[in-house]
């Protein structure tokens, strides 16, 4: 997913297959201590863990499959935009010790959901010939 970021938007529309290999490679290793992190300072309760677990996967994806292949008018980049949103918004909601008393859940289904409609209106739709496959009403 890394290498997608960085050649879809406006970082580096062009970059070489070595170039994708090794922002692959750095994502690799950043996203191999997050795991270490928790093993070297290890929680009390493995069910906080994968609450926390279900309601970042939960804003990172619902919104991207729910609108994501309903909707003709959302896009990619809104996509990215919305997971990044809906995991930012848990981790935030979880940071600030749940405010008003909902669970981070509520607040990163929410963001995702809107950043995904609002971009989606932003950024330039996907081609009609790319849609064909998934909705037979284009002709």
């Given at each position: 997913m890394c290498p997608y970021i960085y050649t879809s938007s406006t970082i580096n529309r062009q970059a070489t297959d070595k170039q994708k290999m090794f922002i692959h490679k750095i994502a690799i290793v950043?996203?191999?201590?997050?795991?270490?992190?928790?093993?070297l300072k290890p929680f009390d309760m493995v069910q906080f863990i994968v609450l926390v677990q279900a309601s970042m996967v939960a804003s990172f994806f619902f919104a991207t499959v729910?609108?994501?292949?309903?909707?003709?008018?959302?896009?990619?980049?809104?996509?990215?935009?919305?997971?990044?949103?809906?995991?930012?918004?848990?981790?935030?909601?979880?940071?600030?010790?749940k405010p008003f008393g909902l669970n981070e859940v509520i607040p990163g289904v929410l963001v995702s959901?809107?950043?995904m409609i609002v971009i989606s209106f932003f950024t330039k739709p996907v081609p009609e010939d790319s849609l064909r496959p998934f909705f037979d009403d284009i002709k």
């Open positions: 950043v996203l191999s201590l997050i795991p270490l992190g928790f093993a729910v609108i994501g292949l309903n909707w003709k008018r959302a896009t990619g980049t809104a996509a990215l935009w919305s997971m990044a949103g809906g995991v930012i918004t848990v981790v935030m909601w979880f940071i600030l010790d959901t809107i950043l």
